[in-house]
């Protein structure tokens, strides 16, 4: 089982960035899949988390309005949209994937982990 984060990178205050991760090695339909994100001397942190089979999504409170998360199950990925981007919001984002049959924002009940990827957003 492989989750690879991708679409990280530099941008300015007000940007604009799309991660993806996908998913390989067994179908995800039955998963929730979550996003997180470490900055750096801090603890991870949720994100979002998104139930693929039925649609339904959670965001934290500091990034509701601004970031979405989506599903693709043909391809078995999942994206965060992620706008109007503050430099608090630099962190390496991580995607993961739990078979936990609520959308958890807790890292520990999340059973697989890619590898990160980094967004920094520039003041």
């Known amino acids: 089982v492989q989750l690879q984060a991708s679409g990280g990178g530099l941008v300015q205050t007000g940007g604009s960035l799309r991660l993806s991760c996908a998913a390989s090695?067994?179908?995800?339909?039955?998963?929730?899949m979550g996003w997180f994100r470490q900055a750096p001397g801090k603890e991870r942190e949720f994100v979002a988390a998104?139930?693929?089979?039925?649609?339904?999504?959670k965001y934290a409170d500091s990034v509701k309005g601004r970031f979405t998360v989506s599903g693709d199950n043909a391809k078995n990925t999942v994206y965060l949209q992620m706008n109007s981007l503050k430099p608090e919001d630099t962190a390496v984002y991580y995607c993961?994937?739990?078979?936990?049959?609520?959308?958890?924002?807790?890292?520990?009940?999340?059973?697989?982990w890619g590898q990160g990827t980094q967004v920094t957003v520039s003041s």
């Open positions: 993961a994937a739990t078979r936990t049959p609520w959308l958890s924002q807790y890292a520990r009940t999340y059973d697989y």
């Open positions: 090695g067994r179908t995800f339909s039955s998963y929730i």
């Open positions: 998104i139930n693929w089979s039925g649609g339904r999504t």
